[in-house]
Each structure stands twice: as C-alpha cells, then as structure tokens.
C-alpha cells in the first residue's frame, strides 16, 4: 500500500526579482491589491516593492528551513511575470511519482512553467511520469495546480472550487490521472462572487479542516461535512472576514520536531484564540510575515509547491 502523507517535508518556493500585483489576476481576485493605483506608480515604488517581496521569500525559506522542512529555492529574474511567487499554481506532485503541469488562467501567468525546475525534481526525486496539460489553456480550459484542488494526499480526494480558473470538465480528468476523488462545489465572497481559489478559501490538513462553510451553499456544505467525518477530520470553521485574511491559505508540512501549520501572519493574528487552541492540539502554528506577496492576492500556502515524491537517494 502505498504511503500518501498529507504533510510535505521538502517544498519548492520562487523567489522573484521584480515582483508586482499582477494586473492579468486584478478582475476576479477579490484579495488583490493594485499598486499602481495605491501608490504613486515610479520606479522607485515598483522597486521598493520588488526588494520587499524578495526579502520576504527569503526570510519565509530560512524559517521553514529552520524548521526542518527541506526548500528548494529557485531564483526569477524575469520581468515578465508577476506571480511566479506562486508555483503551486503551475505544477504539483504525488507520492506515486507522478508530476502534473497545469494550464492557467491569465496569459503571463503562462509564462512561470520551468522546465529547469521539472528537470531538477526529475533528478532529486523519483518521478514516474510527467503529465502537461499546460496546452489546455489555448481552448479556454483551466485547472491551477493545488490553488484549483485542495488535496487530500492520504483519502484521496480532490476539493475543487468552480470557477472559470477551474473548469468543472478538466479537474475529473485530471483527478481520474492521479486516482484523486473529484469533490466539486461552489463558494462565494459576501459580494457573492465566485471564489477564484479553493486554497483561498480551505485547508486540509492530517486531522483537521480550515473553511469557510458559510461561503458554501448551504445546500452543498452536507456533503462536505460527510467527507470531513469519513476522513476524521476536526473543521474549524472560518468565518468570510477571516478568509479575507487569508486564514485558509495555509499549508501543513512536516517539520524535523513534527508537523507544522505555515500561515501568514496576517492569518494568525486573524485567527480566535479557541481557533488557535484546536490547531494546536495537531500542529504547530507557524507564522510567516509575507504582507508584500498577499497584496497579490495569495498567501503563504500559494508560495509553497509541496514535494510529495520519494527522494532519489
């Protein structure tokens, strides 16, 4: 039987040279921030806020590290695309050795698949297959990596978000490539537009849950309540405000001294103190102070392509 952790204990993390909000994502990421329009747009603002983003990444790799958790650090210097901060977006990976490219949304975001880092995990880990779905994009088709499918690596189950990032005929047929259980439902802001992420706005990890069942139709939310029971799953329910502090954009990982929850600072402070006590029963909460990065519209569990493959050695 195969032995599929929910906890990664090595991640790839990007850490950009010319970091910005990125304008492609503006129109239907609700917690994105424009720069531009928050500041007056000069050079030195764009680097001001490009040498922050860095320095952040940086900072965020030596404290998982600190910890225990193994981080691969790749660097771009390309000016072409904002968002590469978020590769878990672009491609992920699974404990059967199989690696999965996906087919994105906005057009620069197309621009961040590296086959430099495919190679690398190729040669560090044992990969089986690589699947490239990236062509997708072209017929208007888009699944975003883990942004689009909350995983659930040990019951093999995909949570997925519709929405026009992630299409509700593509994630069955990716899901059926990984042996994955596609879990399909809808969530909403308090505007009620469609969340643009499943990870914006759930986190699954070993024993317990982070969502937001009042953004889910209260119709749809038994069915996820079942699965969560099935799978002995402790939820924490979010309330919106919460979300909009990106409390569901968070990542277990598996540290040296044992399991870690990754969140941003934003989301701790965010976070009740009964909240706070349930996680702690199961994990170690782990903030991560990246408030450049989620003027873009993603968090910490964005910043981080868990690595689920077998190391080579």
């Given at each position: 039987?195969?032995?599929?952790?929910?906890?990664?204990?090595?991640?790839?993390?990007?850490?950009?040279?010319?970091?910005?909000?990125?304008?492609?994502?503006?129109?239907?990421?609700?917690?994105?921030?424009?720069h531009?329009?928050?500041?007056?747009?000069?050079?030195?603002?764009?680097?001001?806020?490009?040498?922050?983003?860095?320095?952040?990444?940086?900072?965020?790799?030596?404290?998982?590290?600190?910890?225990?958790?193994?981080?691969?650090?790749?660097?771009?210097?390309?000016?072409?695309?904002?968002?590469?901060?978020?590769?878990?977006?672009?491609?992920?990976?699974?404990a059967?050795g199989?690696?999965?490219?996906?087919?994105?949304?906005?057009?620069?975001?197309?621009?961040?698949?590296?086959?430099?880092?495919?190679?690398?995990?190729?040669?560090?880990?044992?990969?089986?297959?690589?699947?490239?779905?990236?062509?997708?994009?072209?017929?208007?088709?888009?699944?975003?990596?883990?942004?689009?499918?909350?995983?659930?690596?040990?019951?093999?189950?995909?949570?997925?978000?519709?929405?026009?990032?992630?299409?509700?005929?593509?994630?069955?047929?990716?899901?059926?490539q990984?042996?994955?259980?596609?879990?399909?439902?809808?969530?909403?802001?308090?505007?009620?537009?469609?969340?643009?992420?499943?990870?914006?706005?759930?986190?699954?990890?070993?024993?317990?849950?982070?969502?937001?069942?009042?953004?889910?139709?209260?119709?749809?939310?038994p069915?996820?309540?079942?699965?969560?029971?099935?799978?002995?799953?402790?939820?924490?329910?979010?309330?919106?405000?919460?979300?909009?502090?990106?409390?569901?954009?968070?990542?277990?990982?598996?540290?040296?001294?044992?399991p870690?929850?990754?969140?941003?600072?934003?989301?701790?402070?965010?976070?009740?103190?009964?909240?706070?006590?349930?996680?702690?029963?199961?994990?170690?909460?782990?903030?991560?102070?990246?408030?450049?990065?989620?003027?873009?519209?993603?968090?910490?569990?964005?910043?981080?392509?868990?690595?689920?493959?077998?190391?080579?050695?």
């Amino acid at each position: 039987m195969l032995h599929r952790p929910q906890a990664p204990s090595a991640v790839v993390m990007i850490r950009p040279h010319h970091f910005c909000s990125n304008p492609q994502t503006m129109p239907d990421n609700a917690y994105q921030t424009d720069h531009a329009a928050s500041s007056a747009s000069s050079n030195t603002a764009e680097q001001a806020i490009a040498a922050l983003a860095y320095q952040e990444v940086s900072v965020v790799a030596e404290q998982l590290t600190a910890h225990g958790v193994k981080v691969h650090l790749f660097e771009d210097e390309s000016k072409s695309t904002p968002d590469s901060v978020f590769p878990n977006n672009w491609f992920s990976t699974h404990a059967d050795g199989q690696i999965v490219i996906y087919p994105m949304y906005a057009k620069n975001r197309r621009l961040e698949y590296r086959a430099d880092i495919i190679e690398f995990l190729q040669r560090e880990y044992q990969v089986q297959a690589v699947h490239n779905y990236a062509y997708l994009a072209e017929q208007g088709l888009f699944v975003e990596g883990t942004g689009s499918l909350v995983i659930d690596h040990p019951h093999q189950l995909a949570y997925a978000v519709l929405s026009k990032r992630t299409d509700a005929t593509l994630v069955p047929e990716i899901c059926q490539q990984l042996q994955l259980t596609p879990v399909l439902f809808q969530a909403f802001d308090e505007q009620g537009l469609a969340v643009y992420h499943t990870n914006v706005m759930m986190c699954v990890a070993s024993q317990f849950v982070l969502i937001s069942l009042e953004m889910v139709p209260a119709a749809q939310r038994p069915l996820l309540l079942k699965h969560f029971a099935q799978s002995g799953q402790q939820v924490i329910d979010l309330t919106p405000a919460q979300i909009r502090h990106f409390c569901g954009n968070a990542l277990e990982l598996m540290g040296s001294e044992g399991p870690l929850l990754a969140l941003s600072q934003t989301a701790y402070q965010a976070l009740t103190p009964e909240q706070m006590a349930q996680i702690s029963q199961f994990t170690t909460l782990l903030p991560l102070a990246v408030p450049t990065i989620e003027s873009a519209g993603g968090s910490v569990r964005c910043m981080l392509a868990g690595i689920h493959l077998q190391a080579r050695n």
